[in-house]
T-cell receptor, first 107, second 120 residues
Framework: DAKTTQPNSMESNEEEPVHLPCNHS???????IHWYRQLPSQGPEYVIH???SNVNNRMASLAIAEDRKSSTLILHRATLRDAAVYYC????????FGTGTRLTIIP | GAVVSQHPSWVICKSGTSVKIECRSL??????MFWYRQFPKQSLMLMAT?????????EQGVEKDKFLINHASLTLSTLTVTSAHPEDSSFYIC????????????????FGSGTRLTVV
């Protein structure tokens, strides 16, 4: 499986945008880029996914580099409820989680 | 939106007994389900992939005779931890997807809320 690299932790101020980076230099042409987040003692929650083009939904935006070797999850206005571990996953047929980024929101 | 119900949310069992965890897709047909386990402060570890009506595919190092997975219908998959021991204590999570799009990755998977298993 192609690997992803994310920073272990990030902090952001409440009500400010957050940019969570993910490197995936060995991505293959069939891999979709998925983002999930997990709050303590809960199952992960789907955030967004894409293949080549940037994607927007009600939760976030996904910016994908032209060469697809990196992507950025954008939370446009962070709230305290966005504090979670965010996982960037490359998926083709199965979901394999890496270590993720622990996002802390500062009030 | 898609909902996956996982039951029980927590269970305590004696060493040597078996425990069954259920994962149900409530409002969609789940052709593919994944089972994970998660130790404290660690990421999710994929245990197996199950497709409705066929045998589960286990990840390397996961004992298929110990972790029995059944995906007999499009809405239900079960994980049975047989002859549980304290080292099996963990947080078990299922996720479900549907259709060919899910198999190709063009689908957001829905996760259950997890089952915390404690073996004493």
């Amino acid at each position: 499986d192609a690997k992803t690299t994310q920073p272990n932790s990030m902090e952001s101020n409440e009500e400010e945008p957050v940019h969570l980076p993910c490197n995936h230099s060995t991505i293959s042409g069939t891999d979709y880029i998925h983002w999930y987040r997990q709050l303590p003692s809960q199952g992960p929650e789907y955030v967004i996914h894409g293949l080549t083009s940037n994607v927007n939904n009600r939760m976030a935006s996904l910016a994908i580099a032209e060469d697809r070797k990196s992507s950025t999850l954008i939370l446009h206005r962070a709230t305290l409820r966005d504090a979670a571990v965010y996982y960037c996953i490359l998926t083709f047929e199965k979901l394999t989680f890496g270590t993720g980024t622990r996002l802390t929101i500062i009030p | 939106g898609a909902v996956v119900s996982q039951h029980p949310s927590w269970v305590i069992c004696k060493s040597g007994t078996s425990v069954k965890i259920e994962c149900r897709s409530l409002d969609f047909q789940a052709t593919t389900m994944f089972w994970y386990r998660q130790f404290p402060k660690q990421s999710l570890m994929l245990m197996a992939t199950s497709n409705e009506g066929s045998k589960a595919t286990y990840e390397q190092g996961v004992e298929k005779d110990k972790f029995l997975i059944n995906h007999a219908s499009l809405t239900l998959s079960t994980l049975t931890v047989t002859s549980a021991h304290p080292e099996d204590s963990s947080f078990y999570i299922c996720s479900a997807g549907t259709g060919a799009a899910a198999a190709l990755g063009n689908y957001g998977y829905t996760f259950g809320s997890g089952t915390r298993l404690t073996v004493v």
